[in-house]
């Protein structure tokens, strides 16, 4: 340790240096305070003891100049005086020392002054030490979450819609949400909106939506139904995260071709469903345990179905909106906030919902993420099919077929329809046909599902509630199945020209059949809410027969 000793007085200065030295410690030794600061620039001494009234500079000035060269080291300053005057010592402090002694210097107390600054210039090394550490490391940590911010917008967000249709309120409490919004089209023109929360909030909880966005939008770009999407997420979230993280989350699928909403809450606050013909409310509370708890095995996701019209709105969120509090600590809660969401209007619902949240606590203080989605189902939106742009990637191939047959199991847990689509593209490469084939196949399968096996009458949807109760029984009907079967045989033979050739799908149920011919009457102007599907196919088909009372139906699809 280096002490710097400065004083006009050749005694003090002796005697001060050689108590230092004999306490072995390294001594510079100056006579006035210009020296003094001198010194203390060519040695970086660790202590200064330093007389008050000397020559050329005296210690005020010199240590004021000595403090304002320490910059961000503690070098602690003890004024050697034989003034005993109350204004002169509080001076010593004033100007910048930490200390002072009186003349005569008494060799015990300046050894443990010494003793003491020392151990408060190791503390405060430490300290430094650690700030600097720290300081490395934040900025390492920076430059991190600056990269895997990037990666996680781009995979989270990958196949995000941009509809006006579908309004948003988000705020993070910190750089990372554990909140997540994903939209995705699907192949026949529908939407998978999903709204998720998971456990706490930050990098941490953001690393989940990575494979859990990664399932959602893959599986919905294939076609996969809301429930084989909710299924496949919730196992992965089992199979990679701790026990302790699991995922909540409001599902929901627009069926734009039969205008039909699907909607599965597990584990969010009440979803609403605004009717806008009679203003009703529907509100949807949670059926099932966040994802990633049990394994899909053992869970059951079981959709509701409604209709929707012109008008609708359907809102979902996280509970972090419900959790904001006032200055009482009393939390904003969900019947306050489903108060604003009737009240309001489509168009301004989302800046009603923050402005009463900002008068009610404040919402830039929150502690959880805060997520709201609003979906109005207007005109515009239902009288659309937004479908994938496909890429042309053909593939040269002889004749080929395959068969798939599905027994009662795989009927009730199984959509054949995105495995098949995507066996087509990998095998002949029809990526620009993907759209008119999955309508071919959906409409055509689930008419042998759906009146052939299960025998449901197309009729219930031209009830009130028909939507509802269609899909009900639906639901009943699969769980009651005994001995059914579906096959699906697709053949492909190419032209003579290699320019194209023609797929032959067929599909044969196991029912009594059902009378396909009714579905003819959505040729004529009369307005019916089934059979149009039918209709579709024909259009884009090259021929559809209906064969053995129709549980067998024969479609030709040529393709360039």
Not at 13 to 34: A, C, D, F, H, P
Request: overall charge negative.
């Amino acid at each position: 340790m280096k002490v710097l000793i400065s004083d006009d007085d050749s005694t003090n200065r002796l005697v001060l240096s050689t108590m230092l030295k004999k306490w072995q410690y390294e001594v510079i030794i100056t006579e006035n305070g210009k020296e003094a600061v001198e010194a203390f620039i060519e040695h970086s001494p660790d202590m200064v003891l330093i007389d008050v009234m000397m020559p050329v500079m005296d210690g005020y000035e010199a240590t004021t100049r000595i403090k304002s060269l320490c910059v961000d080291r503690f070098v602690p300053v003890i004024f050697i005086t034989a003034m005993t005057d109350e204004p002169s010592l509080a001076k010593c402090i004033d100007v910048g020392g930490d200390d002072f002694l009186n003349k005569p210097i008494n060799r015990i107390i300046l050894q443990a002054k010494i003793l003491a600054f020392k151990r408060n210039y190791q503390l405060y090394q430490t300290v430094s030490n650690q700030k600097h550490l720290l300081e490395i490391a934040q900025e390492q940590s920076r430059a991190e979450q600056v990269i895997a911010e990037k990666i996680h917008s781009s995979i989270v967000t990958r196949g995000d819609l941009v509809l006006d249709c579908i309004q948003t309120l988000s705020k993070p409490s910190c750089t990372f949400s554990g909140d997540i919004v994903l939209t995705a089209k699907t192949p026949t023109g529908g939407i998978h909106i999903l709204v998720g929360d998971f456990t706490g909030h930050g990098l941490s909880a953001a690393i989940g939506a990575m494979p859990a966005s990664d399932v959602f939008y893959s599986m919905s770009e294939k076609g996969f139904a809301l429930k084989e999407v909710a299924y496949e997420i919730n196992q992965k979230m089992y199979t990679l995260l701790p026990t302790n993280m699991f995922l909540a989350a409001a599902f929901i699928h627009l069926d734009l071709n039969n205008h039909i909403v699907e909607v599965w809450n597990a584990g969010v606050p009440d979803i609403i469903v605004i009717k806008n013909k009679n203003a009703e409310v529907i509100k949807l509370s949670s059926s099932s345990m966040p994802l990633g708890i049990i394994s899909s095995s053992k869970m059951a996701i079981e959709p509701k179905a409604f209709e929707i019209e012109s008008g609708d709105r359907i809102v979902m969120l996280s509970d972090g909106i419900t959790d904001v509090c006032n200055a009482d600590g009393v939390a904003f809660g969900e019947e306050r906030l489903q108060a604003v969401i009737i009240q309001s209007s489509a168009e301004n619902c989302i800046d009603n919902i923050q402005r009463k949240i900002s008068e009610y606590g404040d919402i830039e203080k929150h502690f959880d993420d805060i997520t709201l989605v609003q979906v109005h189902c207007d005109s515009e939106l239902l009288s659309c099919a937004i479908g994938k742009k496909e890429v042309t990637k053909y593939i040269e191939s002889g004749e080929w077929q395959f068969e798939l047959v599905l027994n009662d199991e795989m009927l009730r847990n199984i959509d054949p329809l995105p495995i098949i689509i995507q066996l087509l593209m990998d095998i002949q490469g029809l990526d620009a046909h993907r759209t008119n084939l999955f309508t071919i196949l959906s409409e055509l399968y689930n008419n042998a599902l759906d009146h052939g096996v299960l025998n449901l009458d197309s009729k219930l949807k031209e009830e009130p509630q028909g939507f509802t109760n269609y899909y009900n029984q639906r639901e009943l009907r699969l769980k009651k199945l005994d001995n059914a079967r579906i096959s699906i045989k697709i053949n492909s033979v190419p032209k003579d020209d290699s320019q194209g050739g023609c797929l032959t799908i067929e599909i044969k149920d196991s029912g009594e059949g059902f009378d396909y011919n009714h579905l003819d009457r959505a040729k004529k102007a009369v307005p019916i809410l089934s059979g149009r599907g039918v209709n579709i196919v024909r259009s884009i088909c090259k021929n559809l027969d209906y064969l053995n009372n129709g549980s067998t139906v024969i479609a030709q699809y040529n393709w360039k």
